[in-house]
């Protein structure tokens, strides 16, 4: 590919040297560091190759940012600005001060069956045939009041809309354990049950299917350049929609309940059942089967 053009060089080793040092600079002190540019190539080369690899910071001064650390060689850099680039996403921020996770532990052998039946979930026709049929409008209503003059199509399309806004998908992980399949006993005890091909310990490998559902509305900003990626939550400020708060969380929790949580224990059909709560409150749940 041959070597850097001087212009291009001198800019490189500059933001390598400030890449390493983590310093600031200006766009004026980096664009000096080139010999000679014609009348409209330093904002050109500015904005289209060099300001993905900065950071904004106060002042109209910048930082080398961490995407950087891909074109580190000369030749590297040289791949970079020679093709078409998407190099550094922008992002705003958005921060939730109260979330609710649902982790339902079950064995892997169900994984593939519950997968088909929870991916059900992510249409509107299967989703507002369970909420007509299987919920039921009376108890709808409780969560989801209906006004007068609202349609049924209008009232279910709502209802709808506000399960898309918070379901968007679950996560499976697999983890390995070993349970004690009787009451405790001694070693010489556990011993005669293997004796006559009973087990005492049992190997399982577990899926862990986890949902996330924020709660509440977030707080946003955009991240290009401040250390404080995480402020304090604005706990004062949410007090007073704490009513608010609390409603929606029933919501969610009644709703998960009715549509998720049935369709797991009608399917999965274990002696027990755990699901463990965590976020706004932390509570273990375990749907033992009734003998």
């Known amino acids: 590919m041959g070597e850097l053009p001087k212009n291009q060089q001198r800019i490189f080793l500059f933001l390598l040297d400030h890449f390493k040092t983590k310093e600031s600079f200006t766009k004026e002190e980096l664009l000096s560091n080139a010999i000679e540019w014609s009348k409209s190539t330093p904002d050109t080369y500015f904005t289209k190759i060099y300001s993905p ?6 002042d109209a001064k910048y930082r080398v940012g961490e995407i950087f650390a891909k074109y580190t060689s000369e030749a590297k850099f040289q791949k970079y600005i020679s093709q078409k680039r998407n190099t550094r996403a922008k992002y705003s921020k958005l921060s939730y001060s109260n979330v609710i996770v649902f982790e339902f532990f079950m064995p892997l052998a169900h994984e593939t069956t519950l997968r088909q039946s929870l991916d059900a979930l992510f249409y509107k026709d299967t989703i ?6 299987i919920i039921g409008e009376f108890e709808l209503k409780k969560y989801f009041p209906r006004s007068e003059t609202e349609e049924d199509d209008q009232y ?42 009973d087990s005492y310990l049992l190997d399982e490998t577990t899926a862990i299917v ?11 900003n955009t991240i290009p350049n401040l250390l404080n990626y995480f402020p304090m939550t604005q706990q004062e400020t949410e007090k007073k929609g704490l009513d608010q708060l609390n409603q929606e969380a029933n919501r969610i929790r009644w709703l998960f309940d009715a549509l998720f949580v049935k369709t797991i224990v009608e ?13 706004m409150q932390n509570r273990l749940h375990i749907w033992r089967a009734i003998e």
């Open 210 to 220: 986890k949902f996330i559902f924020p709660v509440g509305n977030p707080v946003k």
């Open 53 to 58: 690899l900065l950071v904004d910071l106060e």
């Open 128 to 133: 507002i045939p369970r909420l007509k049929n």
């Open 267 to 279: 399917l999965v059909g274990e002696d027990q059942i755990w699901m463990v709560e965590t976020g």
């Open 156 to 197: 279910y399309e709502r209802v709808c809309n506000w399960i898309s806004e918070r379901f968007v998908g679950y996560s499976i992980n697999h983890v390995s354990g070993r349970f004690r399949a009787e009451e405790i006993k001694t070693m010489t005890e556990a011993v005669e049950m293997q004796k006559i091909w």
